[in-house]
Structures are given as C-alpha cells and as structure tokens.
C-alpha cells in the first residue's frame, strides 16, 4: 500500500462549482498534512495546511479525519486559475523527518 | 516569485559526462531538499540535509552526490547518469527540520534530459 494515495483524476468541473477531493494515508504517527499545488511544468506550491480542527482560507477548506486515515480538501465557487495539480503531503518523523507526496489529484475548471 | 533559486533551469548532457545541480536559498532555512520528479508523476524524495548534514538518503545511487557547502547553498553533483534518469529536479528548503511545521519551498527546478 503507497503511503500516500490520491485519485488521480481528472476533475472536471465547470466555473463557480464546488468541488472536492480527499487523501488517504498509511502512517498512523503521520503528524502533519499540507496541499500544495503545482501548475503544468512549474514547481509545487504550498496552498494550506491541515489541521485536526479544520482549516479554511478564503474558498478552500481542508480537513483532517484521524480516525480514518484521511485528509480532504474542499474548493468552492471554483475559477478557471484553480485548475492544477494537487498533491497531498503527509509528515512524520520517525528517525529523520520524511516529508511524502501524493500522486496528485488533477483538477481542471471549464468555463 | 521563488525564494529558492535553482541553476540551470534546464541541462542536457551525456551518459559519460560530469554535472552539477544547483540550490540556493538565502531564507535561513535549515533544511535544504533535492526531489526527483518525472512527468505526470508526484516528487519523490532523494536527500534531505538538516543543519548542514545529510539525515536522509532515499537509496538514491552513487552517481548521485549531494553536497551542502553551507546552510544557504545545496548541490547534486551527476556523474556518469542513465537517460532514465531523464526529470525535473527539484529543490526545496524548509524554515526548521523536523518540525511539525515543516513547510516546503521549493524552487522552480532543473530539467534535466540524458542522452
């Protein structure tokens, strides 16, 4: 089992939807989750962190569900510039810190 | 604009060649990453310095090298690569390491084609 999986998409959505992906991880000492985005042929980007209590900024929201292993992110009201990759990141520490990517949920808005 | 600054942007070179990958963040992070990534496929860890030292090595080659001079500058030194080694190579730093806090940023990456 990968230790981080995405449904690879794609999601195609139209303008101003609300559209919604989660994350599934394998590590149970998994201490901390970010989303970052990563445009066509551009590096990944921080987009949020993921708290046990929720986290919101602006149209995207994003939560942490311990007891099932899983993290979501929600976009609403969704624009064109939204359409991306986003890779789900989970963090832990065991000897050394490893920080582990998702393979990325596919996301593209139509007009 | 990115704060990690990457060179070459992009690097074709031979399967008998020497090269080297540069990284430089002057944010006074001190965590420096080198990620691999291949097309349509997410990073995937090679090494990770904390404090100037090398914590992390993800069974990566030996015709990987990677070097940190000191807590600004990373460099992935290549030497005698195959052309599946073929990626964008990314670099990425982080403000504390082993936080749990540990946000990456990363630089704009060097495309790198062995032929």
């Known amino acids: 089992r990968k230790e981080v999986e995405q449904d690879p998409g794609p999601f195609n959505v139209p303008e101003g939807a609300t559209v919604a992906f989660n994350c599934t991880y394998s590590n149970s000492a998994s201490q901390s989750f970010f989303w970052y985005r990563q445009d066509c042929r551009k590096e990944p980007k921080l987009l949020m962190s993921v708290y046990s209590s929720g986290n919101e900024d602006g149209r995207f929201t994003a939560q942490l569900n311990r007891a099932s292993q899983y993290i979501s992110l929600l976009i609403r009201d969704s624009k064109l510039s939204d359409s991306a990759t986003y890779l789900c990141v989970d963090h832990y520490y065991s000897s050394a810190s490893k920080i582990i990517f998702g393979s990325g949920t596919r996301l593209s808005i139509r007009p | 604009d990115t704060e990690v600054t990457q060179t070459p942007k992009h690097l074709v070179m031979g399967m008998t060649n020497k090269k080297s990958l540069k990284c430089e963040q002057h944010?006074?992070?001190?965590?420096m990453y080198w990620y691999k990534q291949k097309a349509k496929k997410p990073p995937e860890l090679m090494f990770v310095?904390?404090?100037?030292?090398?914590?992390i090595n993800e069974s990566v080659p030996s015709r990987f090298s990677p070097e940190c001079p000191n807590s600004s500058l990373l460099n992935l030194h290549l030497h005698a690569l195959q052309p599946e080694d073929s990626a964008l190579y990314l670099c990425?730093?982080?403000?504390?390491?082993?936080?749990?806090?540990?946000?990456?940023?990363f630089g704009s990456g060097t495309q790198l084609s062995v032929l």
């Open positions: 990425a730093s982080s403000q504390v390491p082993a936080s749990t806090n540990e946000k990456l940023f």
């Open positions: 310095y904390s404090y100037e030292k090398l914590s």
């Open positions: 944010m006074g992070h001190r965590a």
